[in-house]
């Protein structure tokens, strides 16, 4: 709880990646993507990245990266992904000030997507300090989250029975998993291209923003590749770390690797990394479990738990301007 006597003062940080990552992971509910190199993967794409503290006398008792891109008719869009981390108390008005002065735009509209587990009272203290739910979410708010952690045979025991049995059809296979160093973009591309085409997908992301995450993060980015016996690609999937937590972000899987369940070795072999890395935590990178309950099976098959987040939410100046906002977000989509 804030102290109600006490006066916090939101400041722009000039400080060092190294200094913003270790106070960053000093709060419970950072991510990836309130991370400095988050905000340089993404300034590659025409965001800017803004990093502010939060200080409470001389404490630093919330944080937040925002990511703003401006438009013609002096119109400016914040993007919080991660959403601002410590105090919700904190997240109010003064908050939406500063962005407000430091875009500088006629119009602008906010959002931000918190990875905070859901708290009603924390709901209800951001519809106190002047957020509301977007009236067209970009994410369900809903996401698994595993324990690389565990000895392997604890792991084993909490997948269920069918994941459990996939995995062992994976491994008389004569698959090879490996710790893919030197990761070849292309080769990625064509395995999406190939499992977008056999699921009807749209696609799930480019090969520049490969190219970025894998080159920013380098050593924070994991990737493992699975092949069959010739040295054909399967599979692969990959996280990104920061601290003691990990988060889903590649995953792609061939018609053939379907059929010998390389998606089970690659992320069994993929959680043996993140142990060896000392990853507490790892974020299964959201999930859909009505409209894509495929995927949700699989990732709750590996014993992972749900988790609700508080989500989304989102403000505007002028107010009205959120309803212009969100009909053409829901006609173009977010980026």
């Known amino acids: 709880m804030v102290d109600k006597f006490s006066m916090l003062t939101w400041q722009v940080w000039s400080g060092t990646e190294v200094a913003w990552d270790a106070l960053l992971c000093g709060f419970h509910d950072y991510s990836v993507y309130q991370s400095y190199r988050w905000g340089e993967h993404k300034a590659r794409f025409g965001w800017r990245p803004i990093r502010l503290v939060g200080l409470n006398g001389h404490t630093i008792t919330a944080m937040v990266q925002v990511l703003v891109k401006f438009y013609p008719l002096s119109i400016g869009v914040a993007w919080i992904p991660g959403g601002p981390v410590g105090d919700v108390a904190h997240w109010d008005a003064g908050l939406q000030g500063q962005i407000s002065d430091i875009v500088g735009a006629r119009l602008l509209y906010c959002r931000f997507n918190s990875m905070k587990p859901l708290l009603s009272e924390d709901a209800l203290t951001l519809s106190a300090s002047g957020w509301r739910r977007p009236s067209y979410p970009l994410l369900s708010g ?194």
């Open 142 to 335: 809903l996401s698994l989250v595993y324990q690389p952690a565990l000895r392997e045979a604890e792991s084993l025991k909490q997948c269920s029975a069918n994941w459990r049995h996939n995995l062992r059809r994976s491994e008389k296979r004569n698959l090879r998993v490996y710790l893919w160093k030197n990761p070849d973009i292309d080769k990625m591309i064509r395995v999406y291209d190939l499992m977008q085409h056999y699921k009807k997908l749209p696609p799930q992301t480019t090969r520049e923003e490969i190219e970025s995450m894998v080159d920013i993060f380098h050593d924070k980015c994991v990737l493992v590749r699975c092949d069959d016996e010739d040295g054909n690609m399967l599979a692969f999937r990959g996280a990104l770390i920061n601290g003691e937590k990990a988060w889903d972000i590649f995953a792609a899987t061939t018609p053939s690797g379907r059929n010998v369940y390389a998606s089970h070795a690659s992320f069994w072999e993929l959680m043996r990394q993140c142990r060896d890395r000392n990853v507490q935590w790892y974020d299964m990178g959201g999930v859909d479990p009505v409209n894509n309950a495929g995927v949700y099976d699989f990732k709750r098959g590996t014993g992972a738990k749900d988790l609700e987040y508080l989500g989304e939410w989102e403000y505007s100046r002028p107010s009205v301007f959120h309803v212009i906002a969100n009909r053409i977000i829901a006609w173009r989509g977010y980026s």
